[in-house]
Structures are given as structure tokens and as C-alpha cells.
């Protein structure tokens, strides 16, 4: 006869006053409780004797699920049946809701349409204390600067000139102290600058021997510019990245719509540096005024990603600063509505033009990386930056810029074409920009995301439409040879 295993020998229980421990693990690891928890609820006599969790028997196998192949990979029409959305009533007042946002830029003559999601009322955030000390140009910072470019560009000539201001060793030192700081000292400077452009200036030269004069031009005019009536525009943008000892080396870039004759800028350099008076001012023209956006968010974080900061040195105070005149207005928003299915029209079309034009957005990205490294004026650059500016062409020419949340439309027929294709029922409307849409698939601002199997079907022929558009193109053969294997497969299948 054969000894049963320990484990299983209620003899070696351990005994608590007559009692088995209540942590003592059974050999199916239910405790003394489980145990007893269980055999309290109205079990029949088979479950009630059972000493493991297990099934009581092996459960049959599923059947196999068949593999549901979409009627357009095998070359057959994809089904066009029209689908009614239910009729859905609007967001109560006083609830959270998703709204489709329509927006309008007049100076650039740009439509945005975008979604909101209303978060929970009442909440405020923090109150600031103590100085202020940022280390990176914020995202709404860079947004601004880059509109005020766009909007000088577009309506008042551009940017034309771009300073670098530096700080002395001493000026450092009164920074690092808190007796001044960049913002007041480049205010300081703007005030001047801005006096010298009203009242106009005069050009002054040095001759071989130290002796300062003023030449006159054929009119018998000294040369210089006079005073202009209309204000001097100006943005800039402040960093502090280490110099060579591993100090913050703090400096300011400034782009100003002001530009001279060659014949005059030496002495009108040489003024504007005694003007800064704190240390260095490299000035450079500016060939393109509509890539001056670029140019200053290149320059403000280009020192620091050499030197390998994530950040672009710590600075107390403003680290941007932009003239009323030079602000672009912001965007007037021409309705709110119900969200209903924009947000998925939105993310339908920004997944469309990435697939159609993605190798050129890859490439664009790849020349920038590439023009930042290449070495400045040699032929390698040059190569580089005219493919890139080729590729933005040819991107510019589309009077579409989608993102998976919002999309930005150039001109008014881009925007009523955009609108004419979310709210029709006319597949056949479409433009080389707009992806396709089945029948029923309608835009109705005045209601709801439809909560219902019409949203449930909605988004399946999202899926899949999204699916096939990101699967490489087939040809005839390759068609028919799928379909003559699926047919086999599916004789298989059934016998």
C-alpha cells in the first residue's frame, strides 16, 4: 500500500487549540477562510466537496473564428449603403461638452477649425509668487514670435535687420546681482533706438588719422536718414548659454524692420553698438524677410543644443519681449458648436495627408537636420538649403495644414470647400487634399458625438478605410492571385 504524500496527510495539520490555522494554505492555496467563506453560500453537493478552484472538466475548445477580410482587398466594391445618424439634442447648459471651433486671421487670411473640450469649472490655478526664473523659451512664446514675423512679413515689409547683443564681464556681474536685468537694459536700448529712428541721424567717419567728419552727398545733403513718422518695430528673444569657462554668458537676439544703404552702415553699426553701450552688437541684414522667424528661433537655442543643454540658461524676468505695433492680432472666432463627428473628420484628414505627402514632410525634416550640421558657407549647405527650399514650396502650395486636433485652411475657397466636404452626403466632392467619405457621413454642427450603432459603424469605416490607405498599393495580378487563395483557403475552411 502506498503512503500518502505529507502534504495530504491530515495528521500533520497543525493543531491551535483544537483548531486549524486560519493562514494555513490547503494544497489548492485556499486559505482556512476562503474555505469557509465558501461553504457558507448555497452550493450544490458536488461544488460544496470540491478542493480545488479548477473547472470541474476541461472546457470544449472555441471554434475557430473566421477571418474577416474587407471586400476591397480582393478586388470586389466596398459597400456604399447609407447610414442615418439618430437626431441627438445638444449639451445641456452648465455641462461639460466638445465643441468644433471656427476661426478666422484676417491679416494672413487663414480659417482654423479646431476642437475644444470644456474642462471642470471652478478651477484656478496657483497664485505666482517669489521671482520669476525660466529656463526655456515657452511654446506660446515661440507661437508668438513667430506670428509677430508672419505678420510683419505680410503687412508691413518684414524684419529686415537682426542684432546679437552681448553682455561685458561688469554687466554680467550686475545681472548675476539683481541690479538690473536683460529685460531693463534692453528696454533701455529699445527707447534709444526708437528716439534715433524718429528724429533721424547722421552718418559720422573716421579718416586714417582718428579725425571724425560728415560727408555730404551730390545734393549737397550730409548723408544719414531723417526722421520717419511711423514707429520702429522690434522683437527679441533672451538666452543665457555657458561661455568657456562654464559661466552663463547671457545675450539677446533682436530683429528690427530697419535696414540702411551699404554705403551707410559702418557708421550706422558703430552708432548702434555706442548706443547698447553694455558690451558687443553684431548686426546682420536679413536677405529673406519671410524665413525671419526661423532665423531667430534657430539663433536663440543653436549655442545651447552645441554645447548639449536641454535648456537655454536660466534667466530672471522676461526672456521676449515684442512692440504693440509688431503683435499679431489673435484669431476671432466665428462659432462654437457640437462637437458631433469633426473631431474624427480632423484626425481623417491629417492621417490622409500625412500618407499622400509623407515622404515630403520626411524629407524636409531630414534637409533641416542636415543644413544645421553642414559647416556655413560651404557648397554642402548650399545644396542643402536649396533642396529644402524646393520641398517648402512645393508643401506651401497646399492650402491645407492639418495637425490630429485642429486644421489651418489659406483662403476662404480652401474653407468653404473644407466645409462643403464635411457636410455633404456627395462622396464624389472631393479635392486632392480631402480624403474620401462614405454616403451619410454628415457634419451636423447643431448636435452631439451620436451615441448610438450609426457612430459604432462610423468609426469601423474609419478603421478600415484608415487601414487600407496605410496598405502598399497592389496591382492585377497580385489582386487575383489573393482572391484565387482566399477562395482555396475558404474550401479548406469548409471541408
Same mark, same amino acid.
Given at each position: 500500500?502506498?503512503?500518502?504524500?505529507?502534504?495530504?496527510?491530515?495528521?500533520?495539520?497543525?493543531?491551535?487549540?483544537?483548531?486549524?490555522?486560519?493562514?494555513?494554505?490547503?494544497?489548492?492555496?485556499?486559505?482556512? &477562510?476562503?474555505?469557509?467563506?465558501?461553504?457558507?453560500?448555497?452550493?450544490?453537493?458536488?461544488?460544496?466537496?470540491?478542493?480545488?478552484?479548477?473547472?470541474?472538466?476541461?472546457?470544449?475548445?472555441?471554434?475557430?473564428?473566421?477571418?474577416?477580410?474587407?471586400?476591397?482587398?480582393?478586388?470586389?466594391?466596398?459597400?456604399?449603403?447609407?447610414?442615418?445618424?439618430?437626431?441627438?439634442? $445638444?449639451?445641456?447648459?452648465?455641462?461639460?461638452?466638445?465643441?468644433?471651433?471656427?476661426?478666422?486671421?484676417?491679416?494672413?487670411?487663414?480659417?482654423?477649425?479646431?476642437?475644444?473640450?470644456?474642462?471642470?469649472?471652478?478651477?484656478?490655478?496657483?497664485?505666482?509668487?517669489?521671482?520669476?526664473?525660466?529656463?526655456?523659451?515657452?511654446?506660446?512664446?515661440?507661437?508668438?514670435?513667430?506670428?509677430?514675423?508672419?505678420?510683419?512679413?505680410?503687412?508691413?515689409?518684414?524684419?529686415?535687420?537682426?542684432?546679437?547683443?552681448?553682455?561685458?564681464?561688469?554687466?554680467?556681474?550686475?545681472?548675476?546681482?539683481?541690479?538690473?536685468?536683460?529685460?531693463?537694459?534692453?528696454?533701455?536700448?529699445?527707447?534709444?533706438?526708437?528716439?534715433?529712428?524718429?528724429?533721424?541721424?547722421?552718418?559720422?567717419?573716421?579718416?586714417?588719422?582718428?579725425?571724425?567728419?560728415?560727408?555730404?552727398?551730390?545734393? $549737397?545733403?550730409?548723408?544719414?536718414?531723417?526722421?520717419?513718422?511711423?514707429?520702429?518695430?522690434?522683437?527679441?528673444?533672451?538666452?543665457?548659454?555657458?561661455?568657456?569657462?562654464?559661466?552663463?554668458?547671457?545675450?539677446?537676439?533682436?530683429?528690427?524692420?530697419?535696414?540702411?544703404?551699404?554705403?551707410?552702415?559702418?557708421?550706422?553699426?558703430?552708432?548702434?553698438?555706442?548706443?547698447?553701450?553694455?558690451?558687443?552688437?553684431?548686426?546682420?541684414?536679413?536677405?529673406?524677410?519671410?524665413?525671419?522667424?526661423?532665423?531667430?528661433?534657430?539663433?536663440?537655442?543653436?549655442?545651447?543644443?552645441?554645447? $548639449?543643454?536641454?535648456?537655454?540658461?536660466?534667466?530672471?524676468?522676461?526672456?521676449?519681449?515684442?512692440?504693440?505695433?509688431?503683435?499679431?492680432?489673435?484669431?476671432?472666432?466665428?462659432?462654437?458648436?457640437?462637437?458631433?463627428?469633426?473631431?474624427?473628420?480632423?484626425?481623417?484628414?491629417?492621417?490622409?495627408?500625412?500618407?499622400?505627402?509623407?515622404?515630403?514632410?520626411?524629407?524636409?525634416?531630414?534637409?533641416?537636420?542636415?543644413?544645421?550640421?553642414?559647416?556655413?558657407?560651404?557648397?554642402?549647405?548650399?545644396?542643402?538649403?536649396?533642396?529644402?527650399?524646393?520641398?517648402?514650396?512645393?508643401?506651401?502650395?497646399?492650402?491645407?495644414?492639418?495637425?490630429?486636433?485642429?486644421?489651418?485652411?489659406?483662403?476662404?475657397?480652401?474653407?468653404?470647400?473644407?466645409?462643403?466636404?464635411?457636410?455633404?452626403?456627395?462622396?464624389?466632392?472631393?479635392?486632392?487634399?480631402?480624403?474620401?467619405?462614405?454616403?451619410?457621413?454628415?457634419?451636423?454642427?447643431?448636435?452631439?458625438?451620436?451615441?448610438?450603432?450609426?457612430?459604432?459603424?462610423?468609426?469601423?469605416?474609419?478603421?478600415?478605410?484608415?487601414?487600407?490607405?496605410?496598405?502598399?498599393?497592389?496591382?492585377?495580378?497580385?489582386?487575383?492571385?489573393? &482572391?484565387?487563395?482566399?477562395?482555396?483557403?475558404?474550401?479548406?475552411?469548409?471541408?
Amino acid at each position: 500500500m502506498q503512503t500518502p504524500s505529507p502534504l495530504l496527510n491530515l495528521n500533520n495539520l497543525p493543531q491551535f487549540a483544537g483548531q486549524c490555522d486560519p493562514a494555513f494554505l490547503f494544497p489548492d492555496d485556499m486559505t482556512l &477562510a476562503e474555505v469557509q467563506a465558501d461553504a457558507r453560500r448555497p452550493l450544490s453537493e458536488a461544488k460544496r466537496h470540491r478542493l480545488v478552484k479548477a473547472s470541474k472538466c476541461p472546457t470544449a475548445p472555441k471554434p475557430a473564428e473566421t477571418v474577416h477580410i474587407p471586400q476591397s482587398w480582393i478586388g470586389r466594391p466596398e459597400r456604399q449603403t447609407a447610414i442615418e445618424p439618430t437626431k441627438l439634442a $445638444g449639451t445641456p447648459e452648465g455641462q461639460r461638452a466638445a465643441y468644433t471651433v471656427l476661426q478666422f486671421r484676417e491679416w494672413s487670411d487663414e480659417y482654423r477649425i479646431r476642437t475644444r473640450v470644456e474642462t471642470t469649472a471652478g478651477t484656478t490655478p496657483p497664485e505666482q509668487a517669489g521671482p520669476r526664473i525660466t529656463a526655456n523659451l515657452s511654446q506660446r512664446a515661440a507661437r508668438k514670435v513667430a506670428e509677430s514675423c508672419s505678420y510683419v512679413s505680410l503687412q508691413k515689409g518684414g524684419y529686415r535687420t537682426f542684432f546679437t547683443l552681448t553682455f561685458d564681464a561688469e554687466h554680467r556681474a550686475a545681472i548675476d546681482a539683481g541690479e538690473t536685468s536683460i529685460q531693463r537694459e534692453v528696454s533701455r536700448f529699445m527707447d534709444g533706438l526708437q528716439k534715433m529712428w524718429r528724429r533721424g541721424w547722421k552718418a559720422e567717419f573716421t579718416a586714417p588719422h582718428g579725425r571724425k567728419f560728415y560727408c555730404a552727398d551730390k545734393g $549737397g545733403e550730409v548723408m544719414g536718414e531723417p526722421g520717419k513718422d511711423k514707429e520702429l518695430l522690434y522683437v527679441w528673444v533672451a538666452e543665457a548659454p555657458d561661455n568657456e569657462h562654464g559661466k552663463p554668458n547671457p545675450h539677446v537676439h533682436v530683429l528690427i524692420n530697419w535696414r540702411v544703404k551699404y554705403s551707410l552702415f559702418p557708421s550706422w553699426a558703430k552708432r548702434i553698438e555706442s548706443l547698447w553701450g553694455q558690451g558687443i552688437a553684431h548686426i546682420e541684414k536679413i536677405k529673406d524677410t519671410d524665413a525671419a522667424a526661423s532665423y531667430m528661433m534657430k539663433a536663440a537655442g543653436y549655442l545651447c543644443k552645441a554645447q $548639449g543643454k536641454s535648456d537655454q540658461g536660466e534667466i530672471r524676468g522676461n526672456r521676449y519681449g515684442i512692440c504693440a505695433a509688431a503683435r499679431a492680432p489673435e484669431w476671432a472666432t466665428l462659432s462654437e458648436t457640437q462637437l458631433h463627428i469633426m473631431g474624427r473628420l480632423i484626425a481623417d484628414v491629417h492621417e490622409h495627408l500625412t500618407q499622400r505627402h509623407g515622404e515630403d514632410y520626411r524629407r524636409r525634416k531630414v534637409l533641416a537636420q542636415y543644413l544645421e550640421k553642414a559647416p556655413k558657407g560651404s557648397k554642402t549647405r548650399h545644396a542643402v538649403g536649396k533642396a529644402l527650399q524646393k520641398v517648402r514650396r512645393k508643401l506651401e502650395k497646399l492650402p491645407i495644414v492639418a495637425s490630429k486636433h485642429q486644421i489651418l485652411l489659406k483662403g476662404k475657397h480652401a474653407f468653404w470647400l473644407f466645409l462643403q466636404w464635411a457636410r455633404t452626403n456627395d462622396a464624389g466632392q472631393v479635392t486632392n487634399w480631402l480624403p474620401e467619405k462614405g454616403p451619410g457621413e454628415v457634419w451636423n454642427p447643431g448636435e452631439t458625438r451620436p451615441p448610438c450603432q450609426w457612430y459604432a459603424e462610423f468609426k469601423e469605416r474609419h478603421y478600415w478605410r484608415r487601414a487600407l490607405r496605410k496598405m502598399p498599393q497592389w496591382s492585377d495580378l497580385e489582386f487575383t492571385q489573393a &482572391a484565387n487563395d482566399y477562395e482555396q483557403y475558404a474550401a479548406i475552411a469548409a471541408a
